[in-house]
């Protein structure tokens, strides 16, 4: 969240935040609030401090065996005042909070302007997009439902739609694609591994800011007011909730696989198929606290270390900078990591279908860009709502820099090597760097 002084003394400049992200919402009522906040505070003030002299004055009058009717009467008074201003207070503050916990972070100066997803900047693109004319490339589904390793109807009959099934050589390849993340996220990043509940309180949902946004995005468990992580990011980012870390020790890496749960609210019918947008799906994910002099450069740092996982698979992909409007929620700066994906529609791609194959530029008849990662430093945004500090050597607290990113997702990574790695044979290739880990160079259709 956002300083509320610091939104006070900076009104023009939050409203043009929120005309660059495009947003919506009508933060008029927070100045008035917080107006009338501090009114109420300045006078339940002076009431107290009132309060207390006629308390000292009544014992004194007592003490000299004088009349305190007259001053108890006036107490009376005060006290009935100032429960009324507390009450008021307690309707007051309540809805300032929720307010001023919709208010999105405040772009960092690099951030491209931009109305839409259109206006993302394209950083780099690494790798050869495959491209063979023997056979048109099918989808990731088309591909595992002809390997039976992927099941969609058995999901469906256990869970409902969103929720795949993965069989065989597929849950291996799953099981494989997690254990080489890690080991690369910590063997090669420096990150340490940690492991983390799947279920955690609307305090940590909030510390991070999916409450009170985006609830209707999450999976709650109402019986004990609990809620399914949508990544790992949630539980991992409020470890050092109400801690004060020291500088010495920062930057903190932090490495998680987490099962992720989401409602996917709205997107009903739309890239509903194969292993793109599921209610129950596999993450790794990346997590760093780091001084705020050092946020942006730990961004570059983060970002590569997603990008390394690709690389050592060989699939092609590109980095994106997200322009203001498409920035996340509480984001200051995103980088999106895009695999290519030759399987799917091109029309759906918002960079147009012309790609650079062996230096020369075609129009491929299928294939398109998949968000696989977004990396991103939330400056202390979510280290003001989880009250997470550090200590300068000089003994001065402030708040750290939270960054978190896919390191990478796993379904997606999954989905993109069915459709860059398939054959003329409908066989699948194991990139070389996962073959320890699968135990075997190809998937091939089961007898």
Known sequence: MLDMKWVRENRAEIEKMLRDRRSKLDIAPLYDWDAERRKMLSELERLQAERNKSADQVGRVKAQKGDIATLLQGMESGKMKIKELETKLADVEPKLNDLLLRLNNIPDASVPQGGSAADNKEMRRVGVIPHNSLFAPKSHLEIGEALGILDFKSGAKLSGSGFPVLRGQGAALERALINFMLDVHTQEHGYREVFTPYLVTPESMRGTGQLPRFEEELFRVERDDLYLIPTAEVSVTNLHRDEVLDERDLPKKYVCYSACFRREAGSYGQETKGLIRNHQFNKVELVQFTKPEDSLETLELLTASAEKILYKLKIPYRVMVLCTADLGFASAKTYDIEVWMPGEDPEKDAGGRPHPVGGETIALPRGRWREISSCSTFTDF??????????????????????????????????????????????????????????????????
């Open 382 to 447: 979510q280290a003001r709502r989880m009250n997470i500090k550090f200590k300068r050597a000089d003994g001065k607290k402030e708040f750290v820099h939270t960054l978190n990113g896919s390191g990478v997702a796993v379904g997606r990574t999954f989905a993109a090597l069915l459709e860059n790695y398939q054959q003329p044979d409908g066989s699948v290739l194991i990139p070389e760097a996962l073959q320890p880990y699968t135990g075997f160079d190809r998937i091939k259709p089961e007898p």
